[in-house]
């Protein structure tokens, strides 16, 4: 098959002065085969996540963008974040732009001579890495734990979430497995990687203590499991109802997507009044969802973690390989996803766009579709 000489990509991109941050459709050369391991992927499908969110824009304020140009929103940074603007999230260099995306879906279309590469060739698969997803194609180890193959059947967008929601949610339970813990404390367990923990923690038999904000998020997570364990933090006894089930579930391990604010405090202190205190770390952040300071203390913070998905893949390969092929045998059941809109490249660099998929609201997950070309409705 003939690749185009050109594709396109969704670049992310700092001006020389740092006043403002160019998230832009733009063209580059279509990657080639280099390596006898090298596939080319024509992307199909990718999720919009947090993740992705931050790498594109940073510290900047997205929701205050503008658009000076067709295929171009420009956000504005603040003075006092500009030297944060040398590198992404994950410390690599902004210098030429960032192609933006880190996870997706699609078909292989070329191969190097490689016979496990040559295999993939019209296969569905999904791929994770740093960036390249949000664009046509896409270039991958074809041998790598960076391509998972689907089975027979799975399209590319049942298989666009592959990586970072059910690999995080399966990190999780392995983190409270190696560190000696038997139950978990959930955040945002809502949102798309809270329902993916909650049916792990189903099948796998392990006691779930759900975090959410509203009624119908809570209905959301009965409508999964009907004995779920779940706790409103919107609810005036919510500290005592959380710590009460903490000690029923014997619940000694937390992670926390919303970062700032007042959440991780008050769930150390339900340890506390749960007599649930363990040594070493108790609550873990992966996310920033509240970007107001965190109210915790000196003594809370020797008690917390960060955690990230890719500094935990560097070290467990193994696992992470074995969490993946589980993904794969389980992507249409414990790790289905479910998406509110899907949009084009060219759709998610307009203003009508951003102002749905950055405001990152819980039960609302797009998609991109990179070869779709009209704009879907909001």
Same mark, same amino acid.
């Given at each position: 098959?003939?690749?185009?000489?050109?594709?396109?990509?969704?670049?992310?991109?700092?001006?020389?002065?740092?006043?403002?941050?160019?998230?832009?459709?733009?063209?580059?050369?279509?990657?080639?085969?280099?390596?006898?391991?090298?596939?080319?992927?024509?992307?199909?499908?990718?999720?919009?996540?947090?993740?992705?969110?931050?790498?594109?824009?940073?510290?900047?304020?997205?929701?205050?963008?503008?658009?000076?140009?067709?295929?171009?929103?420009?956000?504005?940074?603040?003075?006092?974040?500009?030297?944060?603007?040398?590198?992404?999230?994950?410390?690599?260099?902004?210098?030429?732009?960032?192609?933006?995306?880190?996870?997706?879906?699609?078909?292989?279309?070329?191969?190097?001579?490689?016979?496990?590469?040559?295999?993939?060739?019209?296969?569905?698969?999904?791929?994770?890495?740093?960036?390249?997803?949000?664009?046509?194609?896409?270039?991958?180890?074809?041998?790598?734990?960076?391509?998972?193959?689907?089975?027979?059947?799975?399209?590319?967008?049942?298989?666009?979430?592959?990586?970072?929601?059910?690999?995080?949610?399966?990190?999780?339970?392995?983190?409270?497995?190696?560190?000696?813990?038997?139950?978990?404390?959930?955040?945002?367990?809502?949102? &798309?990687?809270?329902?993916?923990?909650?049916?792990?923690?189903?099948?796998?038999?392990?006691?779930?203590?759900?975090?959410?904000?509203?009624?119908?998020?809570?209905?959301?997570?009965?409508?999964?499991?009907?004995?779920?364990?779940?706790?409103?933090?919107?609810?005036?006894?919510?500290?005592?109802?959380?710590?009460?089930?903490?000690?029923?579930?014997?619940?000694?391990?937390?992670?926390?997507?919303?970062?700032?604010?007042?959440?991780?405090?008050?769930?150390?202190?339900?340890?506390?009044?749960?007599?649930?205190?363990?040594?070493?770390?108790?609550?873990?952040?992966?996310?920033?969802?509240?970007?107001?300071?965190?109210?915790?203390?000196?003594?809370?913070?020797?008690?917390?973690?960060?955690?990230?998905?890719?500094?935990? &893949?560097?070290?467990?390969?193994?696992?992470?390989?074995?969490?993946? &092929?589980?993904?794969?045998?389980?992507?249409?059941?414990?790790?289905?996803?479910?998406?509110?809109?899907?949009?084009?490249? &060219?759709?998610?660099?307009?203003?009508?766009?951003?102002?749905?998929?950055?405001?990152?609201?819980?039960?609302?997950?797009?998609?991109?579709?990179?070869?779709?070309?009209?704009?879907?409705?909001?």
């Amino acid at each position: 098959m003939a690749l185009p000489k050109e594709m396109s990509v969704l670049l992310s991109d700092v001006r020389p002065d740092k006043t403002f941050l160019d998230f832009s459709l733009v063209k580059r050369p279509t990657p080639t085969i280099e390596k006898p391991t090298d596939v080319i992927i024509r992307m199909e499908a990718a999720p919009i996540n947090p993740s992705d969110i931050g790498v594109i824009f940073g510290a900047s304020n997205r929701l205050a963008s503008i658009q000076e140009k067709p295929n171009c929103i420009s956000a504005p940074i603040s003075e006092k974040f500009r030297e944060s603007f040398e590198k992404d999230i994950y410390g690599n260099s902004r210098k030429g732009g960032t192609v933006c995306g880190n996870e997706g879906a699609g078909v292989v279309v070329a191969a190097g001579s490689n016979e496990k590469a040559q295999a993939l060739i019209g296969k569905t698969v999904a791929v994770f890495g740093s960036g390249g997803c949000y664009a046509t194609y896409r270039k991958a180890n074809g041998v790598s734990n960076a391509i998972l193959l689907m089975p027979d059947g799975v399209s590319p967008r049942m298989a666009a979430s592959s990586f970072v929601n059910p690999l995080t949610a399966l990190g999780f339970v392995s983190t409270m497995r190696e560190e000696g813990h038997s139950s978990l404390v959930h955040t945002a367990a809502a949102s &798309q990687l809270g329902q993916m923990l909650l049916r792990i923690c189903m099948k796998d038999k392990i006691p779930l203590v759900n975090v959410v904000r509203r009624p119908e998020q809570e209905a959301l997570l009965r409508a999964i499991d009907p004995a779920a364990i779940i706790v409103n933090q919107s609810a005036p006894s919510f500290k005592a109802d959380l710590a009460n089930a903490m000690k029923k579930n014997n619940a000694t391990l937390a992670f926390d997507a919303t970062g700032g604010g007042a959440l991780s405090a008050h769930i150390l202190d339900a340890f506390d009044e749960a007599s649930q205190v363990r040594d070493g770390i108790q609550l873990y952040n992966y996310g920033g969802l509240d970007t107001s300071p965190s109210t915790m203390t000196t003594d809370h913070r020797a008690r917390n973690g960060f955690w990230l998905l890719p500094v935990w &893949q560097a070290q467990h390969r193994k696992e992470f390989a074995e969490n993946a &092929q589980r993904v794969a045998r389980e992507i249409t059941s414990t790790f289905t996803s479910s998406y509110t809109a899907e949009v084009g490249l &060219q759709q998610a660099v307009t203003l009508p766009a951003l102002q749905v998929y950055a405001k990152q609201e819980t039960g609302k997950k797009y998609l991109l579709n990179p070869q779709a070309t009209e704009f879907a409705k909001l």
